[in-house]
């Protein structure tokens, strides 16, 4: 492989972190403002509205809440949240909008879709366009899109003022910080994006789907083995771009079509693929610098950044550098897998032919890396070290920029994690921002880490030895083992994303999956806002020349170092057992 090969793939990494920089800088500055209170300039036609909205719901905006009223709301209202999309996925047959007269959803595919969406996971076993009417992707799926990046914003907000109050109890007012996400932040972002897709080719209609004629007849293999020849085609419609804008906006990923970013109703030109992947990151790269703002020294932000950017820079390259790797068998035979691609060489299955390897390669490092379940390759398809790459960047905790709010508080979670390590090394009591780190809030950070790895691994440990979730796996071996430890990873780290080859949308799958994303999210949240209840009870210290400076190079490193010590370690035996095994045995066959 020569320089010339990985040239794109590199000019299209930088293009991308240089467009990121120059937009989630001013989107930090709204973000701060967002989460500061009052008016925010240039919206106050908005802010008529919000007070509209306190009004018709009884809410005081200024009643700050502990972090225990705080998370009580917050529960309680993704708990109502989920019982809405779960009941009108139940009665969608008998509602409006829907055109093809799609059935009512099962009730274990609906309590995990209910579950996904409301967990920010957005884990699709079904196919959209074949399952939900269009009241149902708008009403129940789009809103909750809305409502679940809200979530993850308030629970960043509260945490920031845990780190910024001067011995305070309140930690803000969770009904005021998801109202003002939503209308502030979310809305113009989410009609700016679905505009541009919609000029891109992303169909936004109500229309029915549309027969139309092949330009020559299709003969296909049905399941039963029944050879069927047909001269039509179904071409499914709806209101795709006001979706696909908060799916990515929210980092949440549901597609409205089976084939989600791969499909060219979703995702039509390399731009609007570019558009996309700058959605996902747009807000977990803004709420750093809203994070320094917010703290009163800028300096904080742009350290956690560079520790998001220098991972993410890293595991995309290697994701790249193996999607260009031919498989041995077909290099042996003189097969050039890559020649269809947009440059030549590389493994070019289960990639569409008009974003290539690169563009391909690097959606697949941002979606896991976010908290997004969008794709537009199968990864099931990647080479075995490709797949690997996802499923260490979400096996991380989703923190390297991670989903909207998650990102950020899960890596400040890591930093006092990190202060905490270096406290034991200098014999000093540990401090970040000014706030002592003292033992509840190690026992709450250690929760807060091992939530999800236990969900994992205990989750992967029941389907191998159960015949249910051993039914599902297509593939036998290391990469059946992969689809499976891929698929609890996605759902407890809330991604969504699936590895495909899984046959999942089963009841076993639906309960066991739901149970993960919902701990997942929940079992996360709970613990931080406890820190920040915590932090913010504290008085602020001035630093000292004893203080660990948190916002030059070392400690950056020292975020870094944490990071991959603590958030992969627990994986590594059965990373071991996975795409370790397979890339072995794919080069010794």
């Not at 009904?175 to 541009?196: F, G, H, I, K, Q």
């Not at 406290?423 to 401090?431: A, D, F, K, Q, S």
């Not at 929760?447 to 030895?465: R, S």
């Not at 008085?539 to 400076?549: E, M, W």
Request: hydrophobic share 50%.
């Amino acid at each position: 492989m020569d320089m010339q090969t990985l040239a794109p793939g590199a000019l299209l990494l930088a293009l991308f972190l240089v467009i990121l920089l120059a937009l989630s800088w001013p989107l930090g500055i709204l973000l701060a403002r967002v989460a500061e209170g009052g008016r925010v300039r240039g919206f106050g036609w908005l802010h008529r509205i919000e007070a509209g909205l306190y009004r018709a719901a009884g809410v005081d905006p200024a009643q700050g809440m502990g972090w225990k009223a705080y998370a009580i709301a917050l529960l309680v209202f993704n708990a109502v949240g989920a019982v809405a999309v779960y009941l009108l996925q139940r009665v969608q047959a008998w509602l409006p909008l829907n055109p093809q007269s799609l059935g009512n959803v099962s009730p274990d595919s609906a309590f995990n879709t209910a579950v996904s969406f409301v967990a920010n996971t957005n884990w699709q076993g079904y196919s959209g366009e074949q399952t939900m009417s269009y009241l149902t992707q708008m009403l129940a799926l789009t809103c909750q899109n809305f409502f679940s990046a809200a979530t993850g914003i308030a629970v960043v907000f509260a945490l920031i003022r845990g780190f910024s109050a001067r011995s305070a109890k309140s930690i803000g007012n969770f009904w005021a910080d998801l109202t003002r996400s939503t209308l502030y932040v979310l809305l113009p972002l989410s009609l700016l994006v679905a505009v541009v897709l919609m000029g891109q080719g992303v169909v936004q209609n109500f229309s029915s789907y549309q027969e139309v004629q092949l330009l020559e007849p299709l003969t296909y293999t049905q399941p039963d083995g029944a050879r069927v020849t047909t001269a039509t085609q179904t071409i499914a419609m709806g209101p795709v771009a006001s979706q696909e804008s908060i799916k990515m906006l929210g980092t949440n990923g549901g597609g409205f079509f089976n084939a989600n970013s791969a499909h060219p109703y979703e995702n039509p030109t390399p731009l609007s693929n570019l558009v996309e992947m700058l959605s996902i990151f747009l807000i977990p790269a803004g709420l750093c610098f809203a994070f320094g703002r917010l703290v009163g020294d800028p300096r904080q932000g742009w350290a956690i950044l560079a520790a998001m950017t220098l991972l993410f820079v890293v595991l995309s390259a290697g994701v790249m550098l193996a999607e260009h790797q031919a498989h041995p068998a077909l290099q042996a035979m003189g097969i050039d897998q890559g020649a269809s691609s947009l440059q030549s060489g590389g493994n070019m299955e289960g990639k569409e032919t008009r974003f290539g390897i690169d563009a391909s390669a690097l959606f697949a490092a941002v979606t896991t890396a976010a908290s997004c379940g969008a794709v537009n390759a199968m990864h099931d398809s990647f080479t075995p070290l490709g797949g690997a790459v996802p499923l260490i960047l979400m096996q991380f905790g989703e923190v390297i920029f991670g989903g909207v709010g998650t990102g950020l508080y899960g890596m400040l979670v890591f930093a006092i994690m990190a202060v905490f390590i270096a406290g034991l090394m200098i014999g000093r009591t540990p401090e970040y921002l000014g706030k002592k780190i003292q033992a509840y809030e190690m026992k709450m950070t250690s929760i807060a880490i091992l939530v999800t790895p236990v969900l994992v691994l205990a989750g992967t440990a029941i389907v191998v030895m159960a015949d249910a979730g051993k039914a599902g796996v297509a593939n036998p071996g290391a990469h059946g083992f992969s689809e499976m430890l891929y698929a609890f990873t996605s759902a407890a780290n809330n991604n969504g994303s699936a590895f495909a080859g899984l046959s999942a949308n089963t009841p076993f799958y639906n309960w066991m999956l739901a149970i993960a994303m919902w701990f997942g999210r929940f079992g996360v949240i709970v613990p931080v806002l406890a820190i920040a209840g915590s932090l913010a009870a504290k008085q602020r210290l001035q630093a000292t020349s004893g203080t660990l400076p948190t916002h030059g190079p070392m400690f950056v490193g020292l975020l870094v170092g944490v990071v991959l010590l603590v958030g992969v370690l627990n994986y590594v035996p059965a990373l071991a057992l996975g795409p370790v095994v397979e890339h072995l045995q794919l080069h010794t066959k």
